[in-house]
Nanobody, 114 residues
Framework: QVQLVESGGGLVQAGGSLRLSCAAS????????MGWYRQAPGKQREFVAD???????YYADSVKGRFTISRDDAKSTVYLQMNSLKPEDTAVYYC????????WGRGTQVTVSS
């Protein structure tokens, strides 16, 4: 089981920015992909962004142009820079890492006030 430590959530006004981090206990060469999902109250968990071992980046349509995913291989860490935040971005954000298995973080709360 890969241990994931998330940080960076919080309360921000609409139009503001936050940066989420997720550090994985696994060595980077064993990681296939790292990404972020989110779950708003009363809704299903949904895909936000993903970055593959080859550097490919994928985004949900709802966050394209506002969110940027990146990673630091030396630290086995993935980041999610969130700009121009909207109230509808309010959710618990979960880090997901795939090696030979799938691992999830515990989540970090992001609240965007209008």
């Amino acid at each position: 089981q890969v241990q994931l430590v998330e940080s960076g959530g919080g309360l921000v006004q609409a139009g503001g920015s936050l940066r989420l981090s997720c550090a994985a206990s696994a060595r980077i060469f064993s990681i296939n992909a790292m990404g972020w999902y989110r779950q708003a109250p009363g809704k299903q968990r949904e895909f936000v962004a993903d970055i593959t071992s080859g550097g490919g980046k994928y985004y949900a349509d709802s966050v394209k142009g506002r969110f940027t995913i990146s990673r630091d291989d030396a630290k086995s860490t993935v980041y999610l820079q969130m700009n121009s935040l909207k109230p509808e971005d309010t959710a618990v954000y979960y880090c997901r890492v795939t090696t030979s298995i799938e691992s999830w973080g515990r989540g970090t709360q992001v609240t965007v006030s209008s």
